[in-house]
């Protein structure tokens, strides 16, 4: 039975870049280190309303959780621009005291 080449494991030669061939060959090769340019910069406000995707990312959390914790476990929030259907926003200290209540009830 013939072996088929295209299902065979064989991997094909590799051959190296004219680039590695130097470094390979070469006697004084030192190590190489990139530094990328490094701008200071300071430091982002955290927002003090979030929007579902944002108050979903901390609680690490599908969005739609963070909307029906809105709509059936109390969590504060309001809509912006649009009344029906406005985008949430919810208060980062809010959003806090209501994760520490939902734990303390948790436990219990």
Same mark, same amino acid.
């Given at each position: 039975?013939?072996?088929?080449?295209? $299902?065979?494991?064989?991997?094909?030669? *590799?051959? /190296?870049? /004219?680039?590695?061939?130097? +470094?390979?060959?070469?006697?004084?090769?030192? /190590?190489?280190?990139?530094?990328?340019? *490094?701008?200071?910069?300071?430091?982002?406000?955290? /927002? @003090?309303? +979030?929007? +579902? @995707? @944002?108050?979903?990312? &901390? &609680?690490? *959390? $599908? $969005?739609?959780?963070?909307?029906? =914790?809105?709509?059936?476990?109390?969590?504060? =929030?309001?809509? *912006?621009?649009?009344?029906?259907?406005?985008?949430?926003?919810?208060?980062?200290?809010? +959003? @806090?005291?209501?994760?520490?209540?939902?734990?303390?009830?948790?436990?219990?």
């Amino acid at each position: 039975m013939s072996q088929n080449t295209r $299902h065979s494991n064989v991997i094909p030669n *590799v051959v /190296p870049s /004219p680039f590695q061939q130097k +470094l390979a060959t070469s006697a004084k090769a030192a /190590p190489v280190m990139v530094v990328a340019d *490094v701008v200071p910069t300071t430091p982002q406000p955290r /927002p @003090e309303y +979030l929007t +579902l @995707e @944002e108050a979903a990312a &901390l &609680l690490r *959390v $599908h $969005h739609n959780s963070v909307r029906n =914790a809105i709509k059936y476990n109390g969590l504060p =929030a309001f809509r *912006v621009g649009g009344g029906k259907n406005g985008a949430y926003r919810i208060q980062r200290t809010a +959003l @806090e005291q209501w994760q520490a209540q939902q734990a303390a009830q948790a436990q219990k």
